[in-house]
């Protein structure tokens, strides 16, 4: 070993204690606010003399906390672990307040402890926990590794989601990508569960209900419309695909973010030569977990039915001289500023390879836009079937 090698091996021992000293106090911060937020219930519905403090209650409490010198405590905050003992009912912490926090053992004599489960020391929780069954598998080892992952304000985020499915998809994203609480709020605020159109896929929703699983093909990966608010083109009136595609490459790790975990990007005006004619695709991605290339081809106008001829054309190539032999056949994406839906459906019918039209936003989409696109997209669907 050498001196550089030393301070390397030094360097990365120092980080990575850091990142489990992160993750501890993450996940102790966690414990304490559940707990916290779970008094707070158990007392609201139970407390012999609740009455006298009615509504101020949280003020009340924030208030004496302040006095005993206990700091992060505010009334705002008590009521965000209260949301969250509210949202996930579920968590069972099975030791004893010393061994959960590692104090000394004087804290096992209070009287909430030792906690067996949250049956056994908060019925109120355990009441609402029956009142509104969740998904099978959403149980309490799956809410234990929720509050070892995530961080609290993830946590806040995603109790804030009413609809079971909904919030169980967000988690499983959170998981499995890696997402900042921005970028969870971010995702929540472009509605990206209505927009992937899971209602449309019965086996997917089967999947994520009864497993927790969510279902990987083309249909579900990817996504109608696709929110670029982060290009910056609000406001501006006109654009052409040029801009656009220089903009989505110098943006290109949030471009990412919004086509979806495991895709890779591989180039862009990826060049296809037949007849000694050159042609160029606009982008060129590979999904991990679809195992295929995936083709972007961008349009600033309406969808018409010579792109999706253009786009199978791009994918016959690529199937026979780019693609693997042990990958997936590729998958084309149009993505336009507009389309009709039963224009599409014929333009694409019965064609060898899957294409996709989506539109662009250049804004995040209002929840009256997205749910009027998705109830006619359905419609549409189910009269095609």
Known sequence: MDFEALITDIQRIHDAALVGASQAVSRLLNLRNWLTGACIVQYEQHGDDRAAYGERLLERLAEQL??????????????????????YPGLEIRQTLSAVFGGPDRLDDLSLLPIRQTSAEFPALEKG????????????????RLFSSLSFSHLLELSRLDDPMKRAFYELECLKSGWSVRELRRQRNSM???RIGLSKDKDAVLALARDG????????VLRDPYVLEFLGFEERATFTESDLEQALIDHLQQFIHE??????????????????RHHYLDLLFYHRGLRCLVAIDLKIGVFTHEDAGQMNFYLNYLSENLSRPDE?????????????????????????HAIFVSRYLV????????????REERALLEGHT
């Open 66 to 87: 302040s006095t005993s010198g206990r700091k992060g405590l505010s009334s705002r905050n008590l009521k965000n672990f209260r949301q969250v003992a509210l949202a």
């Open 129 to 144: 926990r029956e009142e509104t069954p969740d998904l099978p598998w959403r149980d309490a080892a799956w809410f234990g």
């Open 192 to 194: 990206l569960y209505e």
């Open 213 to 220: 699983v969510l279902v990987e093909s083309p249909a579900t």
């Open 259 to 276: 086509m979806g975990r495991d895709f890779c990007f591989v180039e862009r005006q990826h060049r296809i030569t037949v007849g000694g």
């Open 328 to 352: 997936g056949p590729p998958v084309g994406i149009l993505l336009c500023a507009d389309r009709d839906s039963e224009e599409v459906h014929y333009a694409t019918a019965g064609m060898d």
């Open 363 to 374: 804004a995040l989409p209002s929840e009256e836009q997205l749910t009027r696109w998705l």
